[in-house]
């Protein structure tokens, strides 16, 4: 069998880059690997004993006369040159490994990519010296005794063209500087010992940048001042160590940044501070693309509210600079969006870099703020997690559908990260949607307002990547199937779907009620199949099934009546609902009510209008919540952000209480189901809406509960800590019973009538999507009042 040559004519930098693909082969063949290059870099090899060199008595441009050579010994012939005549590179390096142009993000990938090799880079193992000469570098460190910045600004490949900046700006600043390229050294690798004393290595896109990495045992800091022309590919990869990754253009602009950086070495949340220990460390990462005059202001708030944490437990902070990564959707062939935003996989394979295995990677955007408790529910709780966006501001706290951050170790990164298509962080929903999925799938949690950010005035941006990231959540949707926040509404508790085939078309929206010996359900359905609805009520048992059903006669309506409320009031049978001028745009609606009288249907009598508000059919008026008290009507007519209880005689209305209403994080409070007594209390269940979703349904329902007191003015005693039930994306309706369905709507839960199934459990009667109907069970623990 032919032995293996390596062709990698030069620069140093290339070499030392390479160092773990030929220790690799060496523990693989038993053999020192071999390797031509230069002759004038072939010393390089005298510090490992895993390379056998072969010197080529030519200059690194002469490529094709090298494979030449190297051919005619017999070897298995493996090119790693990637830079130079651009067929000629084709032919010998990317053509033999079955490529036909560069597969990575940065030249000194490639080599990785061509030799089957990416699980090496994605280790970022050291390179190896395992022959370093300890009298020359102690010789080298003795004349440059007191640590300082190295600083290595002469580039021949890449030549930085800010020199005499950097150099002025560090005077500046009264640091103590090595200029690396006035010391000569009898070997490059030297220069490990003096790089492994020093504070930290400021270095252009050079062999020294690549020489860092050898700096295994003791790490050391590094700027890296990298290239950028005539493309980012051109330019070194970022590494662990990089406290500073700046392109070549971007320098007279980010400068200070640097600056500040080697200042910030061993504070709190530095890599170089938190490196011992066995226990998980949490790797924050987020990125600097976000940074705009609108956000930096939130940016500063949260990193506020980073420090505590970071003091206190493991935080390694890994910020991702524009320019750290070789692509972004600028550069993108394709999209070429004008703005500059980094992969999302990108960013994590950063922080990745950066991690242990059983590490918790946590991603968050740049103006997400931490809780207190977050770092403890990290620490102690299962992993994957995520936590949803809550905005916060001098009223408290509102949710927000978008995830604002995701925690999961670096090992189970790994195992999904095929998974999750190649999307762009930007502002949008798709790309977390989308791996908010993959991570419940796998059994993530929920940290409940583990995060929270200030307003902003700032508005989601279109644009190329915007379309590019809807087109990889749509071609996940086919593959995956559709994407939801939340289960169907009957698999989030023990729920019965009312029959909806016993009931008038699509019935929905349905209220229950025990009164005479039977549970009653009302509803409202599509009579004629048009979109105006009609009522009716039917007999049911907790488990759906419909024994009996009868319309509701109602006097002249204007053109849809709605959401039925049944209560029982001096032992009778009442109902509230809603008469709205729908399908006329815009809808105008007024609640009315009256007593029910039964015969061969359901008759409405004594009906009333109220004359409070705007109920007189010059706008919407609904979700008022009648029921009976003390022998009399009484309604809360609004719950937040003021809440107001009326009693009503017929149709006049006497307002009995006004005070401000409880707050909800997800939505304003509306309607519900008619209070039930619980322990001397009245029980209420509540529906809420946050218009927030991504287009076309904006709006999604929560059900939440209430304790308010027995008696006027009724004021709330506890309030759900977190929804009950969610509207969902999802439900039982087959795509042919949808397309049947003439209001069918995602994302709806509303609740309008609860009984008392036994001792600490009730029924709840709720609509579902504009479809259906759902008997849930909730218990007392269901009501998150702790």
């Not at 999307?423 to 796998?442: E, M």
């Not at 709806?748 to 999507?769: H, R």
Request: hydrophobic letters at 35%; charged letters at 25%; one cysteine or more.
């Amino acid at each position: 069998m032919a032995s293996k040559t390596f062709i990698l004519l030069g620069r140093l930098g290339d070499l030392i880059n390479c160092l773990p693909i030929f220790f690799a082969e060496s523990q693989t063949t038993g053999q020192p690997c071999r390797v031509m290059c230069c002759r004038e870099y072939a010393s390089l090899f005298e510090g490992t004993s895993y390379v056998q060199c072969i010197p080529f008595d030519g200059k690194d441009n002469e490529l094709r006369r090298a494979y030449s050579e190297a051919k005619a010994t017999g070897d298995e012939i493996v090119s790693l040159q990637v830079i130079g005549d651009t067929q000629v590179v084709k032919d010998i390096t990317y053509g033999p490994a079955g490529f036909d142009k560069a597969q990575t993000d940065s030249f000194q990938k490639e080599p990785y990519w061509l030799t089957k090799n990416q699980e090496i880079w994605s280790r970022q193992p050291p390179p190896i010296f395992d022959r370093r000469n300890t009298a020359r570098e102690t010789e080298l460190k003795f004349r440059y005794s007191q640590p300082g910045i190295l600083v290595a600004a002469n580039g021949k490949s890449s030549p930085f063209p800010y020199r005499e900046l950097l150099f002025e700006l560090l005077r500046g600043r009264s640091l103590r500087l090595i200029d690396l390229n006035q010391i000569k050294a009898e070997r490059f690798y030297d220069f490990i010992g003096l790089l492994e004393s020093a504070r930290c290595l400021i270095s252009v896109d050079s062999a020294f940048l690549h020489l860092a990495q050898a700096c295994s045992n003791i790490p050391i800091p590094v700027c890296a001042l990298v290239n950028d022309s005539p493309k980012l590919w051109f330019g070194s990869a970022w590494r662990y160590n990089h406290i500073s990754h700046i392109r070549y253009s971007d320098f007279p602009l980010r400068a200070v940044e640097m600056l500040d950086a080697i200042e910030g070495i061993g504070s709190i949340g530095s890599y170089f501070k938190v490196q011992t220990g066995t226990g998980p460390r949490l790797i924050h990462v987020w990125s600097k693309y976000e940074l705009h005059d609108e956000s930096k202001a939130r940016h500063q708030t949260a990193k506020s509210s980073w420090l505590p944490e970071y003091a206190e437990w493991p935080w390694i902070a890994c910020p991702i600079e524009v320019g750290a990564l070789g692509r972004d959707s600028n550069a993108h062939s394709i999209v070429k969006d004008d703005q500059r935003h980094p992969y999302v996989k990108d960013v994590i394979r950063l922080a990745c870099y950066r991690a242990r295995p059983d590490d918790i990677i946590i991603l968050t955007r740049s103006d997400t703020c931490f809780s207190e408790t977050l770092s403890m529910e990290l620490m102690t709780g299962e992993l994957p997690a995520y936590s949803y966006r809550t905005y916060r501001d001098e009223t408290g706290d509102n949710w927000n559908p978008q995830v604002d951050l995701f925690a999961f170790t670096k090992k189970w990164w790994t195992k999904h990260q095929s998974d999750l298509p190649e999307f762009f962080l930007g502002s949008d929903q798709f790309w977390s949607r989308t791996l908010l999925h993959i991570v419940k799938s796998s059994g993530g949690r929920e940290i409940q307002f583990g995060v929270y950010r200030s307003p902003s005035t700032a508005k989601i941006q279109g644009g190329r990547r915007y379309l590019w990231n809807e087109q990889c959540h749509n071609d996940f949707e086919a593959k995956h199937g559709q994407i939801a926040l939340a289960k169907p509404c009957v698999e989030q508790l023990p729920a019965a779907i009312v029959n909806r085939h016993a009931l008038d078309s699509y019935g929905y929206n349905g209220s229950i009620v025990r009164f005479g010996g039977k549970l009653l359900l009302a509803y409202r359905y599509h009579d004629d199949r048009n979109l105006s609805t009609a009522l009716a009520i039917a007999q049911v048992d907790e488990k759906g099934n419909v024994y009996d059903k009868k319309s509701i006669l109602l006097p002249q309506s204007g053109g849809s009546e709605e959401d039925p409320r049944l209560f029982a009031h001096n032992n009778e049978l009442w109902l509230s609902y809603v008469d709205s001028t729908f399908p006329a745009m815009p809808p105008r609606a007024v609640v009315k009510y009256g007593r029910l009288i039964e015969s061969s249907t359901w008759k409405l009598e004594n009906v009333s209008q109220p004359n409070y508000g705007q109920n007189d059919m010059s706008a919407c008026e609904k979700n008022w919540l009648l029921w009976s008290h003390a022998g009399k009507i009484v309604c809360i007519y609004s719950t937040s952000p003021k809440t107001v209880v009326i009693e009503l005689q017929g149709p006049i209305a006497k307002i009995i209480a006004e005070y401000d209403g409880p707050r909800w994080p997800w939505g304003a409070i509306r309607g519900g189901a008619t209070p039930i007594l619980y322990k001397g209390s009245l029980l209420r269940f509540f529906h809420s809406a946050v218009d927030s979703e991504p287009p076309p349904n904006r709006r999604r329902y929560f059900v939440g509960a209430m304790l308010m007191d027995g008696q006027p003015p009724f004021k709330p005693i506890a309030i759900s800590k977190r929804p009950i039930i969610w509207g969902s994306e999802l439900d039982t309706l087959s795509a042919v019973e949808r397309s049947g369905c003439l209001q069918h709507k995602v994302k709806v839960i509303f609740p309008l009538g609860a009984v008392e199934a036994s001792s600490g459990k009730w029924i709840l009667s709720a609509g579902i999507n504009d479809s259906h109907c759902g008997l849930f069970t909730i218990t007392e623990k269901d009501l998150n009042f702790t």
